[in-house]
């Protein structure tokens, strides 16, 4: 297939920029930390086979991982210091109740304890719950908390404050509508319980607790019992964050750094980079695999793996032209995966056929690995059939401080056009983006990429028809009907089974072109230690360590 004209140069430039980068740090030497701020006040599920996201993918540009990834800092844990982490988007709200952007949970997990917390191999491991049992028909949960938890502010975590936080979810947050009651059963215990079983139900729990007390505002002043609390934020500039002195909840969790400054609207990967060889960030996500062999010579950490972050071009069936499954099928022909993979990624990620990535492995289907092949004579047999022979016109919107979506748009726009489809791809900010169309779903298509879950029910259920964020407009009663069947059944063969059904109709009705897997290329401080990679979006700054 002919290089599209969006990225017909792209190679060139990013190596371009690569040596311009290098150079530049050349001249500022090793640079400055962030300027540090000071406080404005005293601030307060197991999915089967997901451990594959521990293993890595090979490194970008050609070489191998062993070639390109500096050796893993190796030395004596320093307690104390700081460093320097970033995020692609401004946070959206620092109230647990509210948040749903993934940088902001990424943060806030560091900041409030949930009942459980996720591990690297995508089970969930207590946090306040220090022990827990579920009734023989699986439907009410008894949790024990563990003694001593303390919030941000001095205060006890008490078994109110949790019977508070869940029940406030369950009236707020999607995923929380089987539950029926939330008891306290004495001073240390409690009770949930559903109105019919949800194997995923546990996935949940990692939402974190904080006081019963209406008179704070969480999001000016976030407290919780985590390792970390917010401290200061500068709008369009920096979270801060400090080391908790009440923290005593989870012994596995006790962090080393003392403070960590977090930079927002960080998603140009040219100017991370830069910052990162200045010496002005520590740790980048998302980065370009064709800078991995010069950073990793450059003797910075190359870290690889899936992301277990499902991209996709999403339309909204309520919205011609997409109210016809021949056009949405048509679309999904004249895209060629591969092409955008290799021009944008370097061909460093995994092209998906379904809202699943290989990373749950159990529930990954290769039968549909041959499901819309690029094909461009299909794709203009199915339009003719649907009446737009002459063609047609529709509009892509598309977060603009997302650069990875932002170029998957583009090289569709030139792919489309090869088929007679005029797509304009406006972008929007990222605030537009979740309430226009994350919110009241006012759009034709867009291209995003949704967060992973370690549960296969809270990845799929995305598409249920009374799902809060089922952005598009999806309503097919067989698939509720599945969706239903998966939440109860607590047979892990059977789950597997179910959850293959779901992905066939997705499929069958073109709900969405299912693009890749975008692969989390993350470059580090040779010696910053404790980096970790989760199935889902999570940064664990609990781990985080120097070396000496």
């Not at 002005?280 to 695999?289: H, K, R, S, V, W």
């Not at 022979?389 to 990875?404: A, C, H, M, W």
């Not at 090869?418 to 972008?427: H, Y």
């Not at 299912?514 to 889902?536: C, E, H, W």
């Amino acid at each position: 297939m002919k290089k599209h004209a969006y990225f017909a140069t792209r190679r060139g430039i990013a190596l371009t920029l690569a040596l311009g980068l290098v150079g530049a740090a050349a001249l500022t030497g090793c640079g400055k930390k962030a300027q540090e701020t000071t406080a404005a006040a005293a601030a307060e599920t197991t999915a089967a086979g997901a451990g594959a996201a521990a293993e890595t993918t090979a490194a970008a540009a050609g070489t191998t991982a062993a070639e390109t990834q500096a050796a893993a800092p190796a030395g004596a844990v320093k307690e104390g210091g700081s460093a320097v982490l970033e995020i692609s988007t401004e946070p959206d709200s620092f109230d647990p109740f509210i948040a749903v952007a993934a940088d902001t949970e990424s943060i806030l997990f560091n900041v409030y304890d949930g009942l459980f917390v996720l591990k690297e191999d995508g089970t969930m491991a207590p946090d306040l719950a220090e022990s827990y049992e579920v009734s023989d028909d699986h439907k009410t949960y008894t949790f024990h908390l563990r003694e001593n938890a303390t919030f941000s502010n001095g205060k006890p975590v008490t078994v109110d404050d949790v019977v508070y936080t869940y029940q406030t979810y369950a009236e707020k947050k999607a995923g929380f509508e089987l539950v029926d009651k939330i008891e306290a059963v004495d001073d240390r215990t409690l009770t949930i319980s559903l109105t019919e079983p949800d194997a995923s139900f546990l996935s949940l729990l990692n939402y974190g607790v904080a006081p019963k007390d209406d008179s704070i505002d969480l999001n000016i002043t976030p407290i919780g019992s985590g390792p970390y609390m917010i401290t200061n934020y500068v709008t369009g500039s920096e979270v801060t964050l400090e080391k908790n002195p009440y923290y005593n909840t989870n012994p596995d969790r006790v962090p080393h750094l003392d403070k960590i400054t977090v930079k927002v609207n960080m998603s140009d990967p040219a100017v991370k980079l830069n910052q990162l060889l200045a010496g002005d960030i520590d740790l980048t996500q998302y980065m370009e695999p064709a800078n991995a062999e010069m950073v990793g010579k450059r003797g910075f950490q190359v870290i690889p793996a899936p992301s277990n972050t499902v991209q996709i071009l999403a339309f909204n069936e309520k919205e011609k032209p997409f109210d016809d499954v021949r056009v949405r099928q048509a679309v999904n022909y004249a895209i060629d995966k591969q092409a955008i993979i290799d021009d944008i990624l370097f061909g460093q990620s995994t092209p998906l056929y379904s809202h699943m990535s290989p990373v749950m492995a159990a529930y990954y289907t290769e039968d549909l690995e041959n499901t819309y092949t690029f094909d461009q004579a299909k794709a203009k047999e199915l339009l003719k059939e649907a009446g737009y022979e002459n063609g047609l016109s529709f509009t892509i919107q598309v977060p603009s401080n997302y650069k990875r979506h932002v170029d998957t748009a583009l090289e569709m726009k030139d792919m489309l056009a090869e088929v007679g489809i005029n797509a304009e791809v406006k972008q929007i900010e990222w605030t537009t983006w979740l309430q226009d169309v994350y919110t009241d779903r006012k759009f034709q298509a867009t291209v995003v990429g949704m967060g992973g879950k370690v549960d296969p029910d809270k990845v799929l259920n995305r598409y249920e028809s009374s799902y809060k964020r089922n952005i598009y407009n999806y309503n097919n009663p067989e698939y509720d009907a599945l969706i239903a069947e998966g939440k109860a059944e607590t047979d892990q063969a059977k789950r597997v089974e179910i959850y293959k059904k779901c992905q066939q109709l997705l499929v069958d009705d073109a709900v969405c072109v299912y693009t890749m897997d975008t692969s989390n290329v993350k470059f580090a401080n040779p010696k910053l230690a404790g980096i970790r990679n989760f199935p889902a979006y999570f940064i664990d700054m609990a781990a985080l360590y120097w070396t000496e």
